[in-house]
Structures are given as C-alpha cells and as structure tokens.
C-alpha cells in the first residue's frame, strides 16, 4: 500500500531563511462609520503577547516595550485567562500601592499584585463585534473607561476563547488621531478632535 507514495526531494535550507509569522493587514485609515473589525486585533491572525501572573512587573514591562505593545494578558498554568496587565498598571500608582501595603522593593513586585484579575474583566462577544461599528467601539472604550477592551467567542459548549482585542490608541491611529501619549483621556480628546473636524 505504501508502495504507491512517493518520497519528496529535499532541498538545502538557505542562509538566512525567516519563519512565517501570523500577520493582520488592517485599514490605515477607517471612519467612525467604519465596521469595528477594521479596528480589532484578530488573535486567530496575531499571536498574542501573554505572561504568566508570577512573573515580575519589570520583566512584564520589558515585554511591553520589546513587542511595542501596552497590554500582557495574564495567563495561569493551564493556558487560561489569569486577568491581564497594562502599561499604566505598572507605571500608574498601582506598584506604590502595593508597596505602601505590603512593604518589599519594586523588584518584589509580579504581575498577579497590580493586574486586572480574570474575575473583574469584562468581554464583548464577536458575534457583536461584527454587527457593530468602530463608533461603537469607541463609545463603548469610553463609557468604561478603558484603553483596551477584550473579545470573546463561545463554543457550544458555553467556553469562551479571547479572540480579539480592542486599543483605544490603534483605533484613533486608525482614524486619523495624532496620538503623542498614552493618556486616556488624552486619547479620546485626540478622537473628538478628528470627529470635529469632519
């Protein structure tokens, strides 16, 4: 029976040969009007950058810097969803805090001590994703006042994936906004600024 297969032919591996990489082209401009998914983070598409809750928040912020983004997801020894951490978790006030509480130098502190747990997060379904426009996006960013904002699928079974992720600060880059930092605030007052002027 094997006997009707062939061996491929093998060819030498070249002197600086890359490997694939999962890669998501998105629009570079949109419009309020846009579809959301024109401003999402396909994770089916792009690897997510995670890390796990006992690693350090100085380790987890070199992370943030050497992939150029401003959020971890946290995952737990089994893979699952641990909660996650950003940027201004940990140069917000959250390190002082945990230190005013429970002593220790910055170096003590891991990313389960300032993160955002699994049990406080909030998540939008996809399949509202796709019916939804990146206005909403927005609004919903603001409303919570969050910078980023996590997407879930669910199996038949009642399991959810995070199979996107929503940044205030691609989504104004997205739509024309001049964003210089990472201030929410600021952020959202960029967008308006675009919105205003047409």
Not at 21 to 28: A, G, N, V
Not at 103 to 126: F, S, Y
Request: proline share 3%; hydrophobic share 45%; charged share 20%.
């Amino acid at each position: 029976m094997i006997s009707r297969y062939n061996a491929l032919t093998s060819v030498p591996l070249k002197v600086g040969t890359t490997c694939m990489r999962p890669m998501q082209s998105l629009p570079e401009r949109v419009k309020l009007s846009s579809p959301a998914i024109d401003v999402m983070t396909d994770l089916s598409k792009i690897s997510v950058v995670s890390v796990r809750a006992k690693t350090s928040m100085d380790k987890a912020n070199a992370k943030m810097i050497k992939y150029g983004v401003r959020m971890l997801l946290v995952l737990d020894d089994n893979e699952q969803m641990a909660g996650l951490v950003t940027a201004s978790d940990v140069m917000g006030e959250k390190p002082m805090r945990y230190l005013q509480h429970m002593g220790g130098t910055h170096a003590d502190i891991m990313v389960r001590d300032i993160m955002t747990p699994q049990r406080e997060l909030v998540v939008m379904t996809v399949d509202d994703v796709h019916k939804a426009k990146v206005g909403d996006i927005v609004v919903t960013l603001k409303q919570a006042h969050r910078q980023h904002a996590l997407v879930a699928c669910e199996s038949a079974d009642g399991r959810q994936t995070v199979c996107g992720l929503f940044s205030v600060t691609q989504i104004a880059r997205q739509l024309g906004a001049e964003v210089h930092n990472f201030e929410l605030a600021q952020t959202f007052a960029e967008i308006e600024a675009v919105i205003a002027q047409g």
